[in-house]
Nanobody
């Protein structure tokens, strides 16, 4: 099992930046992948960005955030970050950190969520 613990988030004006952090309860090298999802009021949870665990570092992004958001890992700190730039009001949502273990069944683990609010 793994417990992702998020930090960051808050209130920012449109065009501003925020950074979210996620530290899992086990080594990133033992996790298959990590990612950030978000859920706005009345909407389904959606993928924002993912990054592979282990030794490789491959990332992927939702079209809506490409060029504005960057997901990264700091292996020494065992932390995954989501740098969010040029924020828009439509980025307002609760952001969740996700960790995936494949053993070989796939298990998803979720953080508690952190609120990001972008004012216009």
């Amino acid at each position: 099992q793994v417990q992702p613990v998020e930090s960051g988030g808050g209130l920012v004006q449109a065009g501003g930046s925020l950074i979210l952090s996620c530290t899992p309860s086990r080594s990133i090298f033992s996790i298959n992948a990590m990612g950030w999802y978000r859920q706005a009021p009345g909407k389904q949870r959606e993928l924002v960005a993912t990054i592979t665990g282990g030794r490789a570092t491959n990332d992927a992004y939702a079209d809506s955030v490409k060029g504005r958001f960057t997901i990264s890992r700091d292996n020494a700190k065992n932390t995954v970050y989501l740098q969010m730039n040029s924020l828009k009001p439509e980025d307002t949502a609760v952001y969740y950190c996700n960790a995936v273990l494949i053993t070989p069944r796939k298990f998803d683990y979720w953080g508690q969520g952190t609120q990001v609010t972008v004012s216009s």
